[in-house]
């Protein structure tokens, strides 16, 4: 009975019957399986990021060369930012808790396709690896920045070739994991449970996984005509033939930007989780929340320009682009509303993921509304590539995306696990991060604003104040990392055994049979004829009977 | 069939009506929505294509249609013809195998498997035709800066021509493999009348890729047809391809 999926034999494999836990972990089908998988390899690509930021913040300690001459310099920033990007904040939260959790919170037994699932998470680790190879091959990393503008990533000696390949497969890999969801939302959702029954987290995913597949592709045939200018000169992007470089930045931005919604809007759906479960109270302003999730990500869609305001490109255009970009904020404004107004009269429970999601409502306020300032044309041609807009993008993904995932790690741990962390050290390493964050990144707005360009291995003397500051806050912020992961992973096998529905929610995946769930999830599909989050007087409205999954309220 | 033997799960609701619950096994339509979701990816990737073409044929419109000119239009049309034809008995396949006719539908998707090759084997002579005068990826004509490098339109022009027919033929040589994949699955009685998912998806796919290519032949070919470039006649063709055949003899 009380056998869960991280046991032996509880699972089911893409290829035979394996005998051994390790062929029964790589060849799982199993949803919840292959998004632990993906939390284990995202997470370790993060530290080796966040490692080679650290470097690059250790050599901007003091103006002038440290350590690092300025070509590795580029591909340090070319490094963390194709594994920030393309594996770990692209993949992050619906790889793992659009595997883990949505299919729970649909009442689904896997995903629509769970064998392409399995392939999936294979193609991304052979994406993985191939990124990695270019490390140790050829001429080294590449250096181009993890946009590859032509014409420079054209001319380079650097592995640009390996890393676009990497790109390229990586692309294919976050396509199928939004074919996989979309079909798996419109197809499996427990009867009764229309669109509009959905738990918010699924929108954010439904929203991400139209972004994901309608995107990428664009992305993808840009990289493969990239490559193919690289080997046989095709001319497309060079203009040594004629080609227009500015072309590959339109293409590249015309996935690129939508691409920063489909990390942000899941992590907005982890967010519309826990505030209603903390606060004790249904979501306020239900329909707005799931809606702005689909109006982000199609007007994220026709913003892609405001990323060339210094690229060439007509007045018109500009204009129009700049227009458009206000207009993402008005449903992500409504969002944030909706959030505030739940916890207004609700019965706020400070526990770690709820701190985590209030921290980001700081946070991503100010990533948020710097993004409106830098929409602005003029005042983008003076900001454009400082570390203002370093800054703002810090604290929109990592303090946004990055922030929530967290948030999502502590409030769906007991599910994952069973088990419990020690509420007192997570909330430790909250204040910890927090702050880190804060001081590390502010600091960059002001150097930025007085003209501190990005990506620069030396700088004037005036702005090293700045870097010093960040410098403390880095250090901060990374011990705040590991005491934070520190604290989990004891958790995983020492933690507290905890019941099914620890924080005592109402979706669907905390009404499992046991704690952690079953190979199978439900014990039964339940009739969904109930809104995600009803509370009364604090308490879950809706009931269920575990072994029948019928309501007893 | 004993590999569908899956029996959908009952869910019922307060009033004790009974809900079937739609379970990921045996789940023809999501198959389906899911394979028509891919067909969009392919989609966008030919899109951004195309809009890469039409961008560059607003810039140099007299290159792009001198190019297209010089193009073998036989070759292509008699290509167009083919691929028309094999989606035709892809398109019958399907329907012999909804009839319950398996071997009918083998039969045509072994036809079609001939005509992509068919349409292949062209495709390579039209390349080594262009590769005979001098004009592919990497010879000096598409290069700039030097005695025999054409105007930059017409280096865009083969640039893309090359590489969209190029990627063109990858998806072709896709789909015989899914297709011989498919007469597997068939014969070991994976495919049936019954449970013909994966026939249907590869009929869109094979649907799709005629389609584009019914937008890359006027694209490419007929743009320079009819002007006083255009040098294309039957009997030039065939001497051009007997010549081919002489010149491979030499080597």
Not at chain 1, 71 to 83: E, S, Y
Not at chain 1, 239 to 261: M, N, Q, R, T
Not at chain 2, 236 to 251: D, V, Y
Request: hydrophobic share 50%; with cysteine; glycine share 10%.
């Amino acid at each position: 009975m009380s056998k869960s999926y991280l046991d032996l034999d509880q699972t089911h494999c893409a290829i035979g019957h394996p005998k051994t836990a390790f062929w029964q972990w790589m060849l799982t089908v199993d949803h919840k399986r292959i998004g632990l998988m993906y939390a284990a390899v995202i997470f370790t690509f993060f530290f080796v990021a966040v490692a080679t930021a650290f470097a690059m913040r250790l050599e901007l300690f003091a103006p002038g060369a440290q350590f690092m001459d300025g070509d590795t310099f580029n591909q340090a920033f070319t490094l963390h930012g194709v594994i920030m990007i393309f594996l770990f904040i692209i993949p992050g939260v619906p790889a793992v808790f659009g595997n883990i959790v949505m299919p729970l919170m649909i009442g689904a037994k896997d995903v629509s396709f769970p064998r392409l699932n399995w392939f999936t998470f294979w193609l991304y680790i052979t994406g993985a690896l191939v990124a990695l190879s270019s490390l140790w091959s050829g001429e080294g990393f590449a250096d181009t920045g993890w946009t590859f503008y032509a014409p420079y990533s054209l001319t380079t000696n650097t592995n640009v070739i390996t890393t676009l390949v990497a790109a390229f497969i990586l692309g294919m890999a976050s396509i199928l994991t939004g074919l996989n969801f979309l079909v798996t939302i419109h197809r499996l959702r427990a009867p009764g449970m229309d669109f509009f029954k959905m738990p918010l987290f699924v929108w954010g995913i439904y929203a991400t996984a139209w972004i994901q597949l309608l995107a990428t592709p664009v992305i993808g045939i840009t990289l493969v005509l990239a490559i193919l200018e690289k080997y046989f000169g095709i001319g497309i992007f060079d203009p040594s033939k004629g080609g227009d470089p500015v072309l590959f930045e339109h293409l590249f931005w015309i996935y690129s930007h939508p691409a920063v919604y489909l990390m942000i809007l899941p992590a907005f759906g982890i967010m519309s989780e826990i505030i209603p479960t903390f606060s004790r109270r249904e979501v306020f302003g239900y329909r707005t929340i799931a809606l702005s999730s689909a109006s982000i990500a199609g007007i994220g869609y026709l913003v892609w320009g405001h990323h060339l305001y210094t690229s060439g490109m007509a007045d018109t255009a500009k204009v129009i682009f700049s227009f458009l970009t206000f207009f993402v904020a008005i449903p992500t404004g409504i969002k944030f509303y909706d959030w505030v107004f739940t916890m207004y009269k609700g019965k706020i429970i400070l526990t770690t993921p709820m701190l985590w999601a209030l921290g980001t409502i700081i946070t991503f306020t100010i990533g948020g509304l710097t993004g409106v300032t830098i929409a602005m044309v003029g005042v983008d041609i003076h900001l454009q590539d400082t570390y203002y807009t370093v800054a703002h993008f810090h604290y929109a993904m990592l303090g946004g995306v990055v922030f929530l995932l967290f948030a999502g790690l502590h409030y769906w741990f007991p599910l994952m696990f069973g088990r419990m962390y020690n509420e007192g050290h997570a909330k430790f390493a909250f204040y910890l991060n927090f702050i880190g964050f804060n001081v590390l990144w502010f600091p960059m707005f002001i150097a930025g604003y007085y003209g501190m360009p990005r990506r620069y291995f030396d700088y004037l003397p005036e702005f090293e104040i700045y870097h010093q500051i960040s410098f403390v806050g880095a250090v901060i912020f990374i011990t705040g990392l590991i005491t934070m992961f520190y604290v989990l992973i004891r958790a995983i096998k020492n933690g507290e055994k905890v019941g099914p529905n620890h924080w005592n929610a109402t979706t669907l995946e905390w009404h499992l049979p046991t704690s952690p769930p079953p190979l199978e999830n439900h014990t039964k599909v339940p009739y969904v004829d109930f809104m995600p989050y009803e509370y009364h007087h604090g308490q879950p409205v809706v009931k269920f009977d575990y072994e029948t999954m019928k309501r007893i309220d | 069939m004993s590999s569908h033997a899956y029996v959908a799960e009952i869910a019922t609701d307060r009033d004790g009506n009974e809900h079937v619950v739609q379970g990921w096994q045996d789940d023809m339509y999501g198959a389906k929505l899911g394979f028509w979701l891919f067909m969009f990816t392919e989609v966008l990737m030919f899109g951004a294509m195309f809009m890469t073409l039409t961008y560059y044929m607003m810039l140099h419109e007299a290159d792009f249609v001198h190019a297209s000119a010089s193009l073998n239009r036989y070759l292509g049309g008699f290509n167009t013809v083919v691929l028309l034809i094999s989606a035709l008995t892809m398109g019958l396949g399907l329907l012999k195998m909804r009839h319950g006719d398996i071997k009918g539908a083998k039969t045509m998707i072994w036809a079609t498997i001939v005509l992509a090759f068919l349409f292949l084997g062209v495709k390579g002579v039209e390349w080594s035709l262009e590769y005979s005068h001098g004009v592919f990826l990497g010879l000096d004509a598409l290069q700039p800066g030097n005695e025999h490098s054409k105007p930059f339109g017409q280096i865009l022009f083969f640039g893309m021509y090359f590489t969209m027919t190029g990627i063109h033929g990858v998806h072709i040589l896709g789909g015989i493999g899914i297709m011989l994949w498919l007469l597997k699955r068939i014969n070991s009685g994976k495919v049936t009348p019954e449970h013909h998912i994966l026939h249907f998806n590869i009929a869109l796919y094979w649907d799709l890729v005629h389609l584009i290519w019914v937008f890359v032949f006027p694209f490419y070919y007929m743009m320079g047809a009819g002007t006083e470039m255009d040098t294309a006649t039957l009997s030039s063709t065939i001497e051009a391809i007997s010549h081919l055949g002489g010149s491979n003899e030499h080597h």
